[in-house]
């Protein structure tokens, strides 16, 4: 059965309450005049297949999918993009038409255009030093590795998956890239070391944790990229900004990612801006308008100031365990 109605578009998540995408895309899709509306639906792990074929029975375009169905989604597409497929994850689904499904990965080319625009960075013949080894730091990752960077190292609290992403990396990216523990004894100075950006892919700044690396490691002309965005200002942001690095967070990934998802479904170049602009007035209304979501250190107009701007005092960062060297 197909509606007569606009076009459909969606995410599909678990929870999903929580997520921004309907007010980032629907602000886009008025700014285009399109004929389509963009809604969120909770699915339950368990219902994702029959939630996909609904969805496309309805007369869905695409759907977005966020936490926790992007690897679950692999096997129940018919088309896996190459990108897609070596991430091993999918986060926009198009329903192509005589039941077909494409699955592509947006997150990689949305963190390039997010860190191109708010850092001036671009990875060519670069090294990176990429925190964290999960479904994030894969699309950072291979993003990095296609866009020509010279090698990548990360760092990550489990070695052993940090380690298998390097490998991977290696084998199927041919970029030279190695692993090591994030510790109390992490050799930042070494691994930093010529490093044209400094990836955040880790949860750590989510609640308002310090910085994973210490300020004083921090050093010009290296450029931080928290992918963070919720609290707006990370310990690691602050601790950048304090030695005079340029800093971003999450906000330009999670609306260049959901960019290029429209631009897919509808062929039409996604007015980026604007979504931005929604997407920010979306974190302001939620934070009750008392930090501005932007990222950068200015209160609001209107709010109570607050002495650090991501949480009232920062937590003390997590004790990890000292372990000195590469893996
Ligand atoms: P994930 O697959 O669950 O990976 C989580 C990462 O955080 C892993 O590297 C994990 O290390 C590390 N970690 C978790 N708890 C830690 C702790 N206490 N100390 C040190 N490291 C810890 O999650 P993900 O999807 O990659 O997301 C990672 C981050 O990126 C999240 O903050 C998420 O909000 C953000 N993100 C932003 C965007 C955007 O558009 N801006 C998009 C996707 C994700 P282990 O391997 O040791 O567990």
């Known amino acids: 059965m197909r509606t007569a109605g606009p076009v459909l578009l969606g995410v599909f998540g678990f929870p999903v309450a929580h997520s921004l995408s309907p007010e980032m895309q629907n602000a886009a899709i008025r700014r285009l005049g399109l004929r389509c509306i963009y809604l969120k639906f909770a699915v339950p792990p368990s219902m994702l297949s029959r939630a996909l074929d609904r969805a496309e029975s309805l007369g869905f375009r695409g759907v977005n999918l966020t936490v926790p169905h992007k690897e679950a989604a692999l096997p129940l597409m018919d088309l896996l993009t190459p990108a897609a497929r070596r991430v091993g994850a999918v986060n926009t689904v198009t329903f192509m038409g005589a039941g077909r499904r494409e699955g592509h990965t ?155 998802s429209l631009e897919r479904w509808t062929g039409r170049r996604a007015p980026l801006a604007e979504m931005r602009c929604a997407l920010l007035a979306a974190l302001a209304r939620r934070d009750g308008g008392q930090r501005d979501p932007s990222g950068t250190d200015r209160t609001l107009p209107g709010s109570r100031p607050t002495a650090y701007p991501g949480r009232t005092r920062p937590r003390q960062a997590p004790a990890w365990r000292a372990y000195p060297g590469r893996i």
Not at 119 to 136: C, E, I, N
Not at 225 to 249: E, F, I
């Open 106 to 260: 947006t997150d990689g080319e949305g963190f390039l255009r997010a860190t191109r625009e708010d850092l001036g960075f671009t990875p060519r013949g670069r090294k990176v030093v990429v925190l964290g080894a999960g479904g994030a730091a894969r699309s950072v990752c291979f993003a990095l590795a296609d866009a020509g960077a010279r090698n990548i190292v990360l760092v990550n609290r489990t070695p052993a998956r940090a380690a298998r992403l390097a490998r991977a990396l290696v084998a199927e990216a041919r970029i030279p890239s190695s692993a090591f523990r994030l510790s109390g004894r992490t050799p930042w100075k070494r691994l930093l070391e010529g490093a044209a950006l400094l990836v955040n892919a880790t949860v750590l700044g989510l609640h308002g944790e310090d910085s994973p690396v210490p300020a004083r490691f921090l050093l010009r002309p290296m450029a931080v990229s928290d992918l963070v965005y919720n609290p707006p200002v990370t310990g690691l942001v602050v601790a950048a900004r304090s030695r005079g690095l340029r800093a971003a967070n999450g906000t330009g990934m999670l609306a260049g990612q959901g960019a290029l």
